[in-house]
């Protein structure tokens, strides 16, 4: 099925987006979702963290405390690549497990990848056309801090580990401007809802 992937830095927006193309049928495959999933209590992949890092990023109930986890990769890029190899070719398993469900369940004639770093890994492999929800950096700075638990100085971090924003609109065919109101931003998902139904018709 022709596939679209959906990125853009953290509080760019790219949930906003993904609900809009679900308003008009369209079957959104999170990563983050399956980012979820495979580490679920029971996965190998908990098994392998609990061991690599220790009891700590484990909660009470056997769930991987997930803040604790982002707090020691993201002060440590060999932890964070450590983390990646394990995590990352069973997130793609995931993936394409879901996107083989669209053809079946889902009426719009296309699928969406949603995934924050569809670029920066091989995540982009699995789609035909990428669009990326973009924001000026301090604006993303201010969504984010304002609505994540993450302090300022976590949430720069996390866009340091990101592709830089003008790096990553240079690789997109499509650009979702969300530095305006959501009506701005649903109208031009609009747009390019019709236009990937005519690209999925000629795929």
């Known amino acids: 099925m022709f596939t679209v992937g959906l990125t853009g830095g953290i509080g760019s927006g ?7 193309f679900r308003h008009h049928g369209v079957n959104v495959v999170d990563a983050d979702w399956a980012a979820r999933v495979v580490v679920e209590p029971g996965r ?3 098994v392998e963290i609990a061991r690599h890092f220790g009891e700590a990023v484990i909660l009470a109930d056997g769930s991987l405390d997930r803040a604790a986890l982002r707090q020691r990769v993201f002060d440590d890029p060999a932890e964070r690549r450590w983390l990646e190899q394990l995590t990352h070719p069973l997130i793609r398993e995931e993936i394409i497990s879901s996107l083989a469900v669209s053809q079946t369940t889902h009426s719009a004639p296309y699928a969406i990848l949603e995934s924050p770093l569809l670029i920066e890994t091989s995540q982009s492999e699995l789609v035909q056309r990428v ?3 973009d924001i000026p950096e301090a604006l993303q700075l201010q969504r984010a801090s304002a609505r994540d638990a993450n302090s300022v100085e976590q949430i720069r971090k996390i866009m340091a580990a990101q592709l830089p924003r003008d790096e990553r609109c240079a690789k997109a065919d499509d650009i979702l401007d969300n ?4 009506e701005s931003l649903n109208a031009q998902v609009d747009a390019l809802h019709r236009k990937y139904i005519q690209l999925a018709a000629q795929a």
């Open 131 to 133: 669009c990326v929800v």
């Open 14 to 20: 790219k949930s906003a987006a993904a609900a809009r």
């Open 179 to 182: 530095s305006g109101s959501l």
């Open 44 to 46: 190998p992949a908990l």
